[in-house]
């Protein structure tokens, strides 16, 4: 029998298997050359540190470093793929790649183009931090192809926000939709002043905002270790049972508007794989992902950049191999790629009515 917690942990899994097992060292690039049709560019720069943040990000808005990063994703790109490979779906995470300034936004661009066909591009996803709010910004990123804005949104209720050094949340969801973009959303249960009530309305503001997917992230503080645990503010975080408590209720109140697809992902189309970028379709299993800390994906070859901004960049512009031991790689065995098939087949099969299920099936 699971406890919460070992649900919870895996809730979050992205890969199949624990990064320990990771081999550093070279690979033949070969692996990502002519099925990748997705590209993933990790862009970690942010205004400000929300309490909670696990991911990898930088707090700068040093527009000189933003670029010279941009500069070393073009060089990444343009060693590891095929001169004007057609990719069909473009995805920038982060970090708040929204922050980023709409010159900057033009340099990243251009040089994705200049070394790939961009011709196709069926899915171009924007990870979109809501105090980005800029109309000029939106406009520019529809003109660039932009066709869906993942929204970190956490929370409606301000005193949540605030206790973690976020912002009111003020989002122009209408006129986002009315631009013509995709809208999705992300939230987590387990922060300090959440409860039943505010779940409660929080699931009737979601049934009414335009969004076309919504993910639930349970409150994951491990990465940071016992050691950099960072304080949430004034409030005590949930305990595990109540954030399972909350899932469930998540999941019975959002299955009269969204398909559900595990790990507390909602959207109003099929989609069937799992990804870094979440549920995609099938098309876009095999991704090539560029800038610090980015996941690869090829068939059974798994590769992860350097996680450290100074690490990547300067393993990007390494002339010698020794930097290359900052790369890691994971083949994953016949065992294991079964073990992953026989998931999402059970995933799409069961139309996810217990989400535990899913999540603890996960190993
Ligand atoms: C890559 S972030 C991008 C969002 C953007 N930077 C923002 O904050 O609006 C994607 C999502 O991961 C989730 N997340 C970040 N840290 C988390 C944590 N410690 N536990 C659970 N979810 C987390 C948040 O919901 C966040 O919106
Ligand atoms: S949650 Fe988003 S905005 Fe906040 S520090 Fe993390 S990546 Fe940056």
New binding site residues.
């Given amino acids: 029998m699971l406890i919460a917690s070992d649900i919870l942990k895996r809730g979050?899994r992205t890969i199949p298997v624990p990064l320990s097992k990771f081999n550093t060292g070279t690979h033949s690039h070969d692996f990502f050359l002519d099925l990748t049709s997705g590209l993933y560019v990790h862009l970690p720069f942010?205004k400000r540190l929300?309490s909670?943040?696990?991911?990898n990000?930088v707090i700068s808005n040093d527009e000189k470093l933003h670029n010279e990063y941009i500069t070393s994703l073009h060089l990444e790109i343009k060693n590891n793929l095929p001169l004007k490979h057609k990719i069909n779906g473009l995805y920038f995470?982060?970090?708040?790649p929204s922050f980023l300034s709409i010159p900057s936004f033009k340099m990243l661009i251009e040089g994705i183009k200049e070394t790939l066909d961009l011709s196709n591009l069926s899915q171009f996803i924007i990870?979109?931090?809501?105090d980005d709010l800029d109309d000029e910004k939106l406009l520019f990123l529809k003109s660039i192809g932009v066709t869906e804005l993942?929204?970190?949104?956490?929370d409606f209720d301000s005193t949540v926000l605030k206790n973690v050094n976020?912002n009111p949340l003020q989002f122009n969801f209408e006129y986002a939709k009315k631009l013509g973009f995709k809208l999705g959303a992300?939230?987590?249960v387990?922060l300090p002043h959440q409860n039943k009530n505010s779940m409660t309305s929080m699931m009737e503001k979601i049934k009414n905002l335009p969004f076309d997917f919504v993910?639930f992230?349970?409150?994951?503080?491990s990465s940071f270790g016992e050691h950099n645990f960072r304080l949430l503010g004034s409030g005590v975080h949930l305990a595990d049972s109540e954030i399972v408590e909350y899932l469930q209720f998540i999941h019975q109140e959002l299955l009269s508007v969204f398909k559900p697809h595990g790990f507390g992902f909602y959207s109003k189309e099929n989609l069937n794989t799992r990804t870094l970028m979440g549920f995609v379709p099938d098309e876009f299993k095999n991704f090539y992902g560029a800038g610090v800390g980015s996941f690869s994906r090829m068939g059974n070859l798994i590769k992860q950049n350097p996680v450290r901004l100074n690490d990547y960049t300067s393993a990007i512009f390494a002339k010698n191999t020794s930097i290359l031991s900052k790369f890691k790689y994971y083949s994953l065995n016949d065992e294991e790629i079964l073990a992953e098939i026989l998931f999402y087949e059970k995933l799409k099969n069961n139309a996810v009515t217990n989400p535990q299920i899913f999540w603890s099936d996960y190993i």
């Fill in positions: 979050r942010c929300c909670f943040c696990e991911l990000m995470g982060g970090g708040s990870e979109y931090h809501p993942r929204i970190g949104i956490q976020r992300d939230f987590i387990g993910q992230y349970p409150l994951k503080l």
